[in-house]
Each structure stands twice: as C-alpha cells, then as structure tokens.
C-alpha cells in the first residue's frame, strides 16, 4: 500500500539535456511535495518542494510541477550536469491534521548523467 | 562541524544482541527523526520528537526505544535484535515550522547475522 511511487527504478541522460523525473501518489491527503536528492553513503538532502495550492515551483535548473487531478508530479532538471547523478526521492506530507512533519516517500529513482 | 552526525556508520551483530545508534544535531533545530530505510529502498519514518516530546510514533516494535536527552539529541536503542532489523537508519531535524524539510544524517547500516 504504498502511497508514493516512482515506478522508473532508473534514468540516464546525457549532459545538457533534460532529465524528467516522476512521481505518482494514491493519497489525497497529501497537500505538501518535496524532492530529495541522496549521493551514496550520505543521507538525503533537500532540492525543491510545492504546496497543492500551485503547479509549478522553479529554482535555478530545477522545476518540480504537480497535477493534482492525476496525483502526478514530476521534476526537471535543465541542463543536466553529471553531478546531478543521484538518486531522487520523492515525498509527500499531509499538513493538517496530526500527520505534520512526517513524510512518505518514494522507492527513488536513479539519475545517471553522462558526459 | 556536521550538521547531522550519526555513529556508528556500520554496524553489524549476532541476533538476539541490543545495540544503540546516536544521533546529534548542531543545527540548533528542535525536532529529530528517526527513518529506516527497508530492503526496498523505502525511507519510511519510525519516530519524531519534538523538545524531547514523543510526537510521532509509527508501527514499530517495541523493541524499538528512541531516547532524547536534550533537543540535540536522539538516541535509538534496539533489543533482541532481529534479522528483520538489517536495513539502514537514517537520523535526521527540522525546525518545527519547517517539519517537512529535513536534514539527514548520512545513515548507519545495521546488519544482523
């Protein structure tokens, strides 16, 4: 039953191109999205988020968009650099209630860069 | 001058054994989680205390004990270790208001012969 999926175990893109990450989530709840980007032997860190109430959020080379209606969202990443090549988690919380401050992620997705 | 800091990095241990992983935070944050990240990748979340208050306890055995001493501080102590156990156990804080934005640890792997 779980909630976040990203069903592409893996993705690799040359450099400079654009790199299309996914995320499909079932519950409804959910009305605060993140990515994480994870290099081996380190944890996680944080790269970009959205609330529901928009579709779109930008910072530099990296645009998460979200479509609530098909409980997709997806994050690009233009240009792509080699040291892009991580692994991305996708993540969701549900704000109200007393879910606040725990989060549901995804299984990952491996990025692979190439020069 | 890390800013989330977990030992050991490797842990590994006979069944049955009772081991502790610690965590410390200089980020001056106040609240503290504990994730497991399972065989399958997932990264699912075990506990979060928030000022030492247990705010988040998900279905975790209890043989399971986070302990927090100071708000910089969370400890997970585990009992009758089980094969079951092996995974890798990331520590990580926010600040309350930011609860969603995590900052982790770079994990301890816990293997249980």
């Known amino acids: 039953d779980q909630q976040v999926k990203q069903n592409s175990p893996s993705l690799s893109v040359q450099e400079g191109r654009i790199s299309i990450l996914n995320c499909d989530y079932t519950n409804s709840m959910f009305d605060y999205f993140l990515w994480y980007k994870k290099y081996p032997a380190e944890g996680p860190t944080f790269l970009i988020s959205?609330?529901?109430?928009?579709d779109k959020n930008e910072d530099g080379r990296f645009t998460v968009f979200l479509n609530k209606s098909a409980k997709h969202l997806s994050l690009h990443i233009v240009p792509s650099q080699p040291g892009d090549s991580a692994v991305y988690f996708c993540a969701a919380s549900a704000r109200g209630g007393t879910s606040y401050g725990k989060l549901t992620f995804g299984q990952g997705t491996i990025l692979t860069v190439h020069p | 001058d890390t800013a989330v800091s977990q030992t050991p990095k490797y842990l590994v241990t006979q069944m049955g054994n009772d081991k502790s992983i610690k965590c410390e935070q200089n980020l001056g944050h106040d609240t503290m989680y504990w994730y497991k990240q399972d065989s399958k990748k997932f990264l699912k979340i075990m506990f979060s205390y928030n000022n030492k208050e247990l705010i988040i306890n998900e279905t975790v055995p209890n043989r399971f004990s986070p302990k927090s001493p100071d708000k910089a501080h969370l400890n997970l102590h585990i009992n009758s270790l089980e094969l079951g156990d092996s995974a890798v156990y990331f520590c990580?804080?926010?600040?309350?208001?930011?609860?969603?934005?995590?900052?982790f640890g770079s994990g301890t792997q816990l293997s249980v012969l």
């Open positions: 959205i609330s529901s109430i928009k």
């Open positions: 990580a804080s926010s600040l309350r208001g930011e609860g969603e934005k995590l900052f």
